[in-house]
């Protein structure tokens, strides 16, 4: 994999207006990623910020039987749900293409899973603070998985603080699990969230020094 790039570098296209649909001619790296975590944390948001293409989304407007299935506490105002997968893509710098696959947080969209993850070398795990009970099964299929991953805090106004090291005991991730904070909504701190992981997969995969 290419070295990763800055955040400072360009944004991608669809941050800066003009949505094209070609890879660009200096893509060298095509990178499948799993954006995942559970219900109305913020995925298809966090897509839409940085996708330079127009995302592909499978959303279903949530009806009464749903209502009953799906824990709507801390997100009420939530009338959709990905049913299937969202879609994006961003072009980084380094010739690095990272394509975007949004998965379902619903335990009843468990069995789309393998075929979602599958060629994915590695998941960017939304979590909302407020709901990180919610998170345990979307974490526990990542390591099922076997993937390596990054977790982003998505931050939301009536989010409650916590230490780095109360929300890294909560979630019981490994010392060397990347953990950064996120506001969904914006397109740069979205990818600094892609980004980390990104320099996560690149330093599990950087030779040895002997």
């Known amino acids: 994999m290419a070295s990763a790039p800055s955040s400072s570098s360009p944004g991608p296209t669809g941050a800066a207006g003009a949505r094209g649909i070609h890879l660009p001619d200096t893509a060298r790296e095509l990178v499948k990623i799993l954006v995942a975590g559970p219900f109305g944390v913020g995925k298809t948001t966090l897509i839409d910020s940085v996708s330079e293409i127009r995302p592909l989304h499978t959303e279903e407007h949530l009806s009464e039987a749903s209502a009953r299935v799906d824990d709507l506490a801390g997100v009420r105002d939530k009338t959709t749900t990905t049913v299937a997968i969202d879609f994006g893509r961003i072009s980084l ?94 397109t740069n701190s979205s990818i600094d969230a892609l980004l980390a992981l990104v320099q996560h997969l690149i330093a599990r995969n950087r030779p040895e020094t002997r």
């Not at 805090?153 to 699990?177: C, H, I, K, M, V």
């Open 93 to 186: 710098g380094g010739g690095v293409v990272l394509y975007l696959f949004g998965t379902p947080g619903q335990e009843r969209f468990r069995s789309l899973w393998a075929d979602i993850a599958y060629g994915a070398l590695g998941a960017l795990v939304l979590v909302d603070t407020r709901r990180i009970d919610d998170s345990f099964d979307v974490l526990g299929l990542v390591e099922e998985t076997g993937l390596p991953y990054a977790v982003a805090l998505n931050t939301f106004p009536d989010s409650r603080p916590y230490t780095e090291e109360q929300l890294r005991r909560s979630l019981d991730l490994e010392a060397g699990t990347p953990m950064v904070t996120c506001d969904a909504r914006d």
